[in-house]
T-cell receptor, first 112, second 111 residues
Framework: DAGVIQSPRHEVTEMGQEVTLRCKPISGHNSLFWYRQTMMRGLELLIYFNNNVPIDDSGMPEDRFSAKMPNASFSTLKIQPSEPRDSAVYFC??????????FGNGTRLTVT | GQQLNQSPQSMFIQEGEDVSMNCTSSSIFNTWLWYKQDPGEGPVLLIALYKAGELTSNGRLTAQFGITRKDSFLNISASIPSDVGIYFCAGYLSGTYKYIFGTGTRLKVLA
């Protein structure tokens, strides 16, 4: 079991640029979650998918953020345009039918 | 977003000491989870609890699902340097698809 795979591990970009974060969930898991972690706000749920369908995106901070899950093995989180306050660690996690979440190792995003 | 209250926020302890931390919520949950996060990595599941009153151990770790279903406790016995990290609780309510995470307890162990 390869676990949840996220890429890139680190991303440094300039304000205004588009950023795309990628996630491959554990094979067989049907729920996928995107979280953002900062010192000030801890782990925040941004959006989650069930069977590839977005169920709740109320945690997405602004229209600059969008997420897709075109198939059961791939999801993206896009920020366009990026801003310095978007700097954080972004985690993807997956689960099956309410089983405990399994997290990837995150993408550390720095927007200058 | 909604978060659970964890305490303490941080702890400095001597190697060999026991550690206790807890998590409280205003809502009830069907499942309580405890995770540990090492620097530069994602949270890793330590213990999962599925029934009110349940007490479960994983090596030196013991966790309990509170009777009211609104709280949970994690104890670490005889701490060692590799216990350093951030410990998160998470609550899950069946049918909601949502895992609500605590604010974290940052543990530092002094050798």
């Amino acid at each position: 079991d390869a676990g949840v795979i996220q890429s890139p591990r680190h991303e440094v970009t300039e304000m205004g640029q588009e950023v795309t974060l990628r996630c491959k969930p554990i094979s067989g898991h049907n729920s996928l979650f995107w979280y953002r972690q900062t010192m000030m706000r801890g782990l925040e749920l941004l959006i989650y998918f069930n069977n590839n369908v977005p169920i709740d995106d109320s945690g997405m901070p602004e229209d600059r953020f969008s997420a897709k899950m075109p198939n059961a093995s791939f999801s993206t989180l896009k920020i366009q345009p990026s801003e310095p306050r978007d700097s954080a660690v972004y985690f993807c996690a997956s689960s099956f039918e309410g089983s405990p979440l399994h997290f990837g190792n995150g993408t550390r995003l720095t927007v200058t | 977003g909604q978060q659970l209250n964890q305490s303490p926020q941080s702890m400095f302890i001597q190697e060999g000491e026991d550690v206790s931390m807890n998590c409280t919520s205003s809502s009830i949950f069907n499942t309580w989870l405890w995770y540990k996060q090492d620097p530069g990595e994602g949270p890793v599941l330590l213990i999962a609890l599925y029934k009110a009153g349940e007490l479960t151990s994983n090596g030196r770790l013991t966790a309990q699902f509170g009777i009211t279903r609104k709280d949970s406790f994690l104890n670490i016995s005889a701490s060692i340097p590799s216990d350093v990290g951030i410990y998160f609780c998470a609550g899950y309510l069946s049918g909601t698809y949502k895992y609500i995470f605590g604010t974290g307890t940052r543990l530092k162990v002094l050798a």
